[in-house]
């Protein structure tokens, strides 16, 4: 078993107009994998193929060797992927929220573990408020807590900064360089520029074109 | 802010996780207990539908006639139409804020079957709207003049009734839960879907009225349920899958 | 068989074949439809019963046939499409709909229109009647939700799966209808409900039934084409196929 | 043939009203059909010759303006 995700020849068609073409990529353990691109370049689509929300593109993705068809639940359980929107239910508390990744992720209830991981990410004292009366940072770290909750090597991480404070995104980047170093993969966009590291690669998105073949 | 954020244990390497083994019992009750949690939390949206499906039955004897025995005909269509019509108010709702906050993402991402997840939602619309709609139905056909001996087969048939209902229109609404304006298109899309349950659903009443028997249109809507069961869980599954590809 | 559908996944090879295809259908339609009507509406003889009214179940019926069918052909495009990810079938599926709501109408419209010398009535909740009305009713949704989404692989999808879970209630509905209908009307007598009827009166019939299906054939081949032209306008062969018909 | 004359024919029996009418609408719309899927086919026929020759003219000016000012880093299309 070894972290691999590999895709062939990646294509996505929307509505007639291709957002990238031809994509080989090969993401290994120990890996930060920045995904760039201007807005509209298919970032996010890139990410929803890559964590196997979308099945409507063109080439071939591979988990860990095996084609992603017959590794989907196998990939899925080594997947934590945080996309634009939290995930967090406003009338639940940051608690109640986590229980229900926690069941998700088919882990055990451990009420000690997802006090544990609210007060990694800084929210210490607010577990038990209702997460639509925590402002919209808070409310990003309530979905960041799930990085410590659940110990899952892939993360597909789509614009996590956003409303995230300076001392926030200093740690949540310390969070994602350990998570590489330790064996982890990150696959991640953001506008914001991430530390140059050993770890650190870029994938560049541009624009698509006019269609020559039939 | 606390200082001990971020601060990871670098010793730890990371685990792989195997297949998944079971899960999908505990997921499901988590699914159904959070999404019971949510809705007790904001009641009104639970009663709405039975204030609505209380009013609709008012607003008939007013338009039509307070003429007990005309009532007494129409009254197990009425009482039909008018649950069917409430249960389809909170419809929309079923997947919309699951959506706008991105947790259907992550339910969309879990190893566990979508569609059993997906029933575990409708279920709960069922025990939240399908269920008291059942249980208030016989109050207001007292105020129908509904005779006495139907008002059993009325809240059953509601009952089993409605949860064919939830079923078939969550279809509807997962398939037009990313769209900005879906209420609707939803009710245009669902509501000759509900046809068939609508017409064994007021025959059983009727049937009790006449004192016919009622079994067979109880098994029918027995046998719709079942088929519903069976098959709206993946039309769910598969609505999810394109809504959330926006 | 895996051949022919390869060879469809290319629009290019549709749009060449259909080319060819196209005129044998238009001219059988031409033909039977002309045949059919001039031998149905002067030759065939007149109902005992319901005198030269009848003459009516020439369009009635090969509209309703084809209302049906036109809604099974769009549930079977749409797993052409689904599992085989085959855009020439959801395009086909797409220019079905519009001809399937028109074929419904013309059954409902000549159906009523059938009514009055028949009934006395212009409208009668007759079971055939009925089943016709909930089907215009599950056509206008396929159509209205294809129309709701901006992005057109979603609306494909969508409509792909509204479409299945339409064909799949149609037999239920038609069933409910008719057991509705028996209960509430025991004594009255549908329109087309004879069985035994004289060779003059049914060979018309048949032709214009084979003519209808023609008809819709060539339509959707030609529409099919059109709609090629329109989603594929960027691809070379287009450009040059245009510029080629200058 | 059912018919003493022809009148007798568009007479219909006294049914003449119901079944001409259902023809008459059948008949409608079948030809509004056709009509209209022919008149969408030429529409989008137009508009594709249409769109291929202004691409071309903007090609075509394209290369004009390359070939005057020696210029090989443009936005040609090589469509």
């Known amino acids: 078993m070894s972290l691999r995700l590999q895709a062939h020849s990646l294509a996505c068609e929307r509505d007639d107009r291709w957002l990238f073409r031809g994509l080989d990529l090969d993401i290994r353990a120990g890996e930060i994998v920045r995904v760039e691109g201007p807005n509209g370049s298919g970032k996010t689509t890139l990410l929803k193929i890559l964590s196997g929300q979308l099945a409507d593109y063109e080439g071939e993705l591979f988990w860990d060797e095996r084609p992603m068809r017959e590794a989907r639940d196998d990939f899925l359980s080594n997947l934590l992927y945080m996309g634009h929107a939290p995930g967090v239910k406003a009338a639940l508390t940051p608690l109640e929220n986590l229980t229900w990744y926690q069941a998700m992720a088919g882990q055990p209830q451990d009420e000690a573990s997802r006090y544990a991981a609210l007060d990694d990410v800084g929210l210490a004292g607010f577990e038990d408020l209702p997460a639509g009366q925590l402002s919209a940072g808070q409310q990003r770290r309530v979905a960041l807590a799930r990085l410590v909750l659940t110990p899952r090597p892939l993360w597909v991480l789509d614009e996590p900064f956003t409303a995230i404070d300076r001392d926030g995104v200093a740690a949540l980047e310390r969070r994602l360089f350990d998570h590489a170093r330790r064996g982890g993969c990150v696959l991640v966009t953001t506008h914001h520029e991430l530390t140059p590291c050993a770890e650190l690669r870029r994938i560049h998105l541009g624009g698509g074109g006019l269609d020559d073949g039939n | ?246 | 068989m895996w051949a022919f559908i390869n060879k469809l996944r290319s629009p290019k090879w549709f749009y060449a074949i259909s080319a060819r295809l196209q005129p044998w259908f238009w001219a059988a339609a031409l033909i039977l439809i002309v045949i059919g009507s001039v031998w149905g509406l002067a030759f065939a003889p007149a109902d005992y019963q319901q005198g030269n009214s009848f003459r009516i179940i020439y369009v009635h019926v090969p509209a309703a046939f084809l209302a049906q069918s036109i809604f099974v052909s769009m549930a079977i495009a749409g797993v052409v499409f689904m599992v085989w990810k085959i855009k020439i079938a959801d395009m086909a599926a797409a220019m079905m709909a519009p001809l399937g709501a028109a074929m419904t109408f013309i059954a409902l419209f000549s159906g009523a229109v059938w009514g009055v010398p028949t009934w006395g009535t212009w409208w009668m909740w007759d079971a055939r009647l009925t089943s016709m009305l909930i089907l215009l009713f599950l056509y206008l949704g396929v159509i209205a939700l294809r129309g709701a989404f901006t992005s057109r692989d979603s609306a494909s999808r969508a409509a792909s799966v509204l479409a299945m879970v339409g064909v799949i209630n149609i037999p239920i509905i038609k069933y409910s209808v008719d057991w509705w209908y028996t209960l509430h009307q025991p004594a009255s007598f549908t329109i087309t409900g004879r069985a035994a009827m004289p060779l003059e009166m049914w060979a018309p019939l048949l032709i214009m039934v084979l003519g209808f299906y023609c008809f819709f054939i060539a339509l959707t081949l030609m529409r099919t084409r059109s709609e090629i032209l329109r989603r594929e306008s960027n691809k070379r062969w287009v450009r040059d196929l245009a510029g080629g018909e200058r | 043939m059912a018919f003493e004359s022809f009148n007798e024919f568009i007479a219909m029996g006294g049914h003449a009203p119901y079944v001409w009418a259902a023809w008459g609408v059948t008949g409608g719309l079948l030809v509004a059909v056709v009509l209209h899927a022919r008149a969408e086919r030429r529409l989008l026929l137009r508009n594709l010759q249409r769109r291929v020759r202004r691409e071309e003219r903007l090609v075509a000016n394209q290369g004009e303006m390359a070939g005057i000012s020696h210029q090989t880093g443009g936005n040609r299309h090589d469509t």
């Open chain 2, 1 to 246: 802010m606390t200082g001990t954020e971020g601060s990871v244990s670098k010793e730890v390497p990371v685990v792989f996780h195997g297949e998944p083994g079971g899960g999908l019992a505990v997921a499901f009750w988590a699914t159904l207990k959070r999404d019971l949690v949510l809705l007790l939390r904001r009641r009104s949206e639970v009663m709405n539908p039975l204030v609505f499906f209380a009013i609709v039955i008012t607003l008939f004897p007013i338009g039509i006639s307070p003429d007990p025995q005309l009532l007494t005909a129409i009254a197990p269509g009425l009482l039909w139409v008018a649950a069917l019509l409430a249960a389809l108010l909170s419809l929309d709702s079923l997947f919309r804020a699951d959506y706008d906050d991105g947790s259907l993402e992550q339910l969309l991402l879990t190893p566990q079957p979508l569609a059993v997840l997906a029933l575990a939602k409708v279920a709960v619309h069922w025990l939240l709207t399908g269920l008291p709609l059942a249980l208030m139905a016989p109050l207001l056909g007292v105020m129908l003049a509904l005779p006495a001996g139907s008002y059993g087969v009325l809240a059953v048939s509601l009952a089993l009734g409605s949860a064919s209902l939830s079923l078939i229109g969550a279809i509807g609404a997962a398939l037009t839960v990313g769209l900005s304006r879906g209420g609707v298109l939803l009710s245009l899309l669902v509501l000759p879907l509900y046809i068939p349950v609508l017409i064994f659903g007021a025959g059983a009443v009727q049937a009790a009225i006449f004192g016919d028997g009622v079994m067979a249109h109880l098994a029918i809507l027995g046998a719709l349920l079942a088929l519903a069961l069976i098959l709206a869980p993946l039309a769910i599954a598969a609505s999810l899958r394109i809504s959330i590809n926006g």
